[in-house]
């Protein structure tokens, strides 16, 4: 599992999730919105607070869960990798 960062963050990018982050590299910026690398998440929740969106999902079945599938998928072809529905 991976945490996700939905739509509210498009057009936004505040960044502030990257700063909270403790691992780098682990959010990145994409020319629309922010993605979280389900390689290098340790999951630890430092992002949640810092949304000023609360975009952030802590799990691909919660992101689904609240219609964000395309968010999904968008997260892993950004780091190069089909999510398996």
Do not use: Q, W
């Not at 020319?31 to 690398?37: G, H, V, W």
Request: charged letters at 25%; glycine letters at 8%; one cysteine or more.
């Amino acid at each position: 599992m991976s945490y996700i960062i939905g739509n509210r963050c498009v057009g936004i990018k505040d960044g502030a999730c990257i700063d909270a982050c403790p691992i780098d590299d682990c959010i990145m910026e994409g020319e629309t919105s922010m993605y979280i690398s389900p390689f290098l998440c340790i999951e630890c929740g430092a992002c949640l607070p810092a949304c000023p969106v609360d975009a952030i999902y802590d799990s691909e079945d919660d992101a689904i869960a609240n219609g964000e599938v395309k968010a999904v998928h968008d997260n892993y072809n950004f780091f190069g990798f089909k999510f398996k529905d």
